[in-house]
């Protein structure tokens, strides 16, 4: 069935990207309004306490292993190999895309921090951590590189059933090292859920990206010669 040429599987495919940028963009933009109101601070101050109520010398030992996976040094670690894997199985479009949506969404989300300089929270931190904390860098970048590892899973799995586990694993990575920032008192939860937010956007903008370009280059393709 088709709309003036658009399938109706093409609208329901653009109205699902518009609609996730337009919400996390929501979320993204509420959060901001919200940040010195003393009532989020008081609910962020009281999820902070209950998370850190399951303090405990073992798990936390754990939890600082897994948040690595989510710094800046493991994620251009996985980002290089990503791109080299995807080099050798000749998708250097996909290696291109892959190094730079990582790259410049690492240095964004430096400009975010910088615009909006909140400090960290003051409530028993289990490390240390400089810079500032709005959003949080760990959470932002690990759904930038996670959610494109889970996306590149999707498009390259051979059976369904990896795609869908693979996807899986990636969005509880996501979720445990964002967890794994309140827990160390190093991130509001707002810092968090700001991170998940902006990282959705870039990343849905870079899937957005390489279906446009995908498209521009068939057709271009299915174009006829000219004598």
């Not at 979720?175 to 827990?183: C, F, H, V």
Request: glycine share 8%; charged share 15%.
């Amino acid at each position: 069935m088709k709309f003036n040429n658009f399938t109706k599987r093409q609208i329901v495919y653009w109205s699902f990207i518009f609609g996730s940028i337009s919400l996390f963009l929501f979320i993204f933009i509420q959060l901001v309004d919200a940040l010195d109101e003393s009532e989020l601070l008081s609910y962020e101050m009281l999820v902070i306490s209950y998370v850190q109520g399951f303090l405990h010398p073992t798990l936390t030992e754990i939890i600082i292993l897994f948040t690595f996976f989510g710094s800046v040094l493991w994620i251009t670690i996985g980002t290089i190999v990503t791109v080299i894997i995807l080099l050798l199985l000749k998708k250097v479009d996909l290696a291109i895309l892959t190094a730079a949506v990582n790259l410049f969404g690492g240095l964004f989300n430096l400009l975010l921090k910088w615009i909006f300089q909140r400090e960290r929270p003051d409530i028993q931190p289990l490390i240390t951590e400089a810079g500032f904390s709005f959003p949080s860098g760990h959470s932002m970048g690990s759904f930038i590189f996670y959610g494109t590892v889970a996306y590149l899973i999707f498009l390259l799995a051979s059976r369904k059933v990896y795609a869908l586990l693979g996807c899986f694993i990636m969005g509880l990575m996501i979720i445990g090292i964002g967890l794994s920032r309140i827990y160390l008192g190093v991130h509001y939860p707002s810092d968090v859920l700001a991170g998940f937010s902006a990282g959705a956007v870039w990343l849905i903008a870079f899937a957005l990206f390489l279906k446009l370009y995908h498209f521009r280059r068939n057709r271009g393709r299915m174009r006829p010669r000219s004598e």
